[in-house]
């Protein structure tokens, strides 16, 4: 299972970031000049303007700001190697051929995998309810 983690990890870490290109506000053009906006310094555009926007969109609290970790980031995340890990023990029965330690060697990492997305899910639905009280309070 080790050795199948971390090529995953790295797969998943280096396809997960996506290029961004500047674009320039009100013109829909990407790059070069753009006449009427920023300032002129030797017929090229010195105004960017790029618009970075908070990725978590919370309204300043603790709670929400954890809400939105965990809705965000930690279950896109956990869904996809849980996705992973349910393909990956379908392809260690499938390569099993009837082999006894194999397969249980797969219905191993089957349960593992089932009991990590339940953790995964319980997690989620366990801060949903304390978001949901802290918030009526």
Same mark, same amino acid.
């Given at each position: ?14 396809? @997960? ?7 320039? *506000? ?8 753009? *006449? ?9 555009? $010195? ?10 969109? $919370? ?35 499938? $390569? ?10 797969? @219905? ?30």
């Amino acid at each position: 299972m080790k050795k199948f983690l971390i090529p995953v990890i790295s797969l998943f870490i280096l396809t @997960s970031f996506s290029v961004v290109l500047a674009q320039n *506000p009100g013109t829909g053009t990407q790059g070069g000049a753009n *006449p009427g906006s920023g300032t002129q310094s030797g017929g090229k555009d $010195t105004n960017i303007g790029i618009h970075l926007e908070n990725p978590f969109k $919370t309204g300043g609290s603790i709670s929400e700001l954890l809400k939105s970790i965990i809705n965000n980031i930690i279950l896109p995340i956990g869904g996809v190697l849980a996705v992973l890990g349910f393909i990956f023990a379908g392809f260690k029965y499938v $390569t099993a051929q009837g082999d006894p330690t194999k397969v249980s060697n797969a @219905s191993r990492a089957l349960l593992y995998t089932a009991i990590g997305t339940a953790i995964l899910l319980g997690a989620w639905a366990i801060s949903e309810v304390i978001y949901n009280t802290v918030k009526s309070l």
